[in-house]
Protein backbone atom coordinates (compact mmCIF):
# COMPACT_ATOMS: atom_id res chain seq x y z
CA UNK A 1 0.00 0.00 0.00
CA UNK A 2 1.26 3.63 -1.05
CA UNK A 3 0.84 5.70 1.77
CA UNK A 4 1.47 9.65 2.64
CA UNK A 5 5.34 9.44 3.64
CA UNK A 6 5.63 7.43 0.22
CA UNK A 7 4.46 10.43 -2.01
CA UNK A 8 5.13 13.51 0.10
CA UNK A 9 7.89 15.76 -0.14
CA UNK A 10 9.63 15.49 3.35
CA UNK A 11 11.42 18.00 5.41
CA UNK A 12 8.94 20.37 5.22
CA UNK A 13 10.18 23.86 6.86
CA UNK A 14 7.95 25.69 8.82
CA UNK A 15 7.11 29.51 9.64
CA UNK A 16 6.65 30.58 13.18
CA UNK A 17 2.76 31.49 14.04
CA UNK A 18 5.12 34.67 15.77
CA UNK A 19 7.36 35.28 12.64
CA UNK A 20 6.25 37.81 10.81
CA UNK A 21 4.63 37.74 6.77
CA UNK A 22 7.33 39.40 5.52
CA UNK A 23 9.73 36.30 6.84
CA UNK A 24 7.09 34.23 5.55
CA UNK A 25 7.57 35.81 1.81
CA UNK A 26 11.36 35.87 2.66
CA UNK A 27 11.11 31.62 3.54
CA UNK A 28 8.67 31.44 0.51
CA UNK A 29 11.67 33.19 -2.05
CA UNK A 30 14.77 31.33 -0.60
CA UNK A 31 12.94 27.63 -0.42
CA UNK A 32 11.15 28.60 -4.01
CA UNK A 33 7.94 26.88 -2.41
CA UNK A 34 4.51 28.72 -2.64
CA UNK A 35 3.35 27.89 1.12
CA UNK A 36 4.61 27.09 4.34
CA UNK A 37 3.47 25.24 7.16
CA UNK A 38 2.74 27.66 10.68
CA UNK A 39 3.77 26.17 13.63
CA UNK A 40 3.23 27.51 17.38
CA UNK A 41 5.90 27.95 19.70
CA UNK A 42 5.04 24.20 20.71
CA UNK A 43 6.04 22.93 16.95
CA UNK A 44 2.35 22.17 16.34
CA UNK A 45 0.97 22.88 13.43
CA UNK A 46 -1.19 25.82 13.11
CA UNK A 47 -2.56 26.20 9.43
CA UNK A 48 -0.69 26.89 6.23
CA UNK A 49 0.52 30.20 4.79
CA UNK A 50 0.33 31.11 1.07
CA UNK A 51 1.45 33.50 -1.32
CA UNK A 52 -1.30 34.27 -2.14
CA UNK A 53 -2.65 34.72 1.25
CA UNK A 54 -0.03 37.01 1.32
CA UNK A 55 -0.43 39.32 -1.52
CA UNK A 56 -4.38 38.98 -1.05
CA UNK A 57 -5.04 38.62 2.95
CA UNK A 58 -1.78 41.45 3.82
CA UNK A 59 -0.68 43.26 0.55
CA UNK A 60 -4.16 43.72 -0.99
CA UNK A 61 -5.39 44.68 2.76
CA UNK A 62 -2.87 47.50 2.58
CA UNK A 63 -1.53 46.16 6.03
CA UNK A 64 2.09 45.89 6.85
CA UNK A 65 4.06 42.66 6.14
CA UNK A 66 6.80 43.32 8.47
CA UNK A 67 4.26 43.78 11.74
CA UNK A 68 1.66 41.30 10.49
CA UNK A 69 2.13 37.55 12.16
CA UNK A 70 1.82 34.77 10.42
CA UNK A 71 -0.20 32.87 12.99
CA UNK A 72 -2.66 35.88 12.64
CA UNK A 73 -3.58 34.00 8.73
CA UNK A 74 -3.55 30.56 9.87
CA UNK A 75 -7.80 29.20 9.76
CA UNK A 76 -9.18 26.76 11.81
CA UNK A 77 -7.78 23.86 12.10
CA UNK A 78 -5.00 22.26 9.88
CA UNK A 79 -6.23 19.91 7.68
CA UNK A 80 -3.33 17.07 8.06
CA UNK A 81 -3.08 13.77 7.12
CA UNK A 82 -1.36 10.83 9.07
CA UNK A 83 2.37 9.73 7.53
CA UNK A 84 1.00 6.08 7.55
CA UNK A 85 -2.42 7.04 6.44
CA UNK A 86 -2.72 5.13 2.48
CA UNK A 87 -3.02 7.42 -1.12
CA UNK A 88 -6.45 6.84 -1.38
CA UNK A 89 -6.78 8.74 2.07
CA UNK A 90 -4.65 11.59 0.57
CA UNK A 91 -6.52 12.21 -2.61
CA UNK A 92 -10.56 11.69 -0.68
CA UNK A 93 -8.84 14.14 2.02
CA UNK A 94 -7.96 16.71 -0.82
CA UNK A 95 -10.93 16.46 -2.42
CA UNK A 96 -13.11 16.68 0.48
CA UNK A 97 -11.80 20.08 1.93
CA UNK A 98 -10.41 21.34 -1.29
CA UNK A 99 -6.80 22.05 -0.81
CA UNK A 100 -4.14 21.90 -3.08
CA UNK A 101 -1.14 21.04 -0.14
CA UNK A 102 -1.81 18.72 2.83
CA UNK A 103 0.90 18.57 5.73
CA UNK A 104 1.83 14.82 6.52
CA UNK A 105 1.96 14.78 10.58
CA UNK A 106 3.66 11.50 12.21
CA UNK A 107 2.04 12.12 15.65
CA UNK A 108 2.05 15.78 16.55
CA UNK A 109 5.30 15.84 14.47
CA UNK A 110 5.12 17.88 10.66
CA UNK A 111 7.21 15.31 8.68
CA UNK A 112 6.51 16.61 5.04
CA UNK A 113 3.70 18.27 2.65
CA UNK A 114 1.93 16.17 -0.16
CA UNK A 115 1.51 18.76 -2.76
CA UNK A 116 -1.52 18.38 -5.75
CA UNK A 117 1.60 17.20 -7.95
CA UNK A 118 2.47 14.79 -5.52
CA UNK A 119 -0.85 13.60 -5.09
CA UNK A 120 -1.51 13.16 -9.06
CA UNK A 121 1.89 11.35 -9.86
CA UNK A 122 0.61 8.52 -6.87
CA UNK A 123 -2.66 8.24 -8.20
CA UNK A 124 -4.16 6.14 -11.36
CA UNK A 125 -4.73 8.72 -14.50
CA UNK A 126 -8.62 8.51 -13.44
CA UNK A 127 -8.53 9.40 -9.85
CA UNK A 128 -5.29 12.11 -10.95
CA UNK A 129 -7.94 14.08 -13.16
CA UNK A 130 -10.69 13.75 -11.00
CA UNK A 131 -8.46 15.32 -7.63
CA UNK A 132 -7.47 18.00 -10.90
CA UNK A 133 -11.05 18.65 -11.12
CA UNK A 134 -12.18 18.83 -8.05
CA UNK A 135 -9.75 21.02 -6.95
CA UNK A 136 -10.34 23.61 -9.53
CA UNK A 137 -13.62 24.01 -9.55
CA UNK A 138 -15.79 26.34 -6.72
Do not use: N, W, Y
Amino acid sequence: MTTARDIMTGGAECIGAQETVLDAARKLTQLGVGALPICGTDERLKGMLTDRDIVVKVLGADKDPATVKAGDLAQGEAVTIGADDSADEVFATMTSHKVRRLPVIDGHTLVGVVALADAARALSDPKAGQLVEALSTD
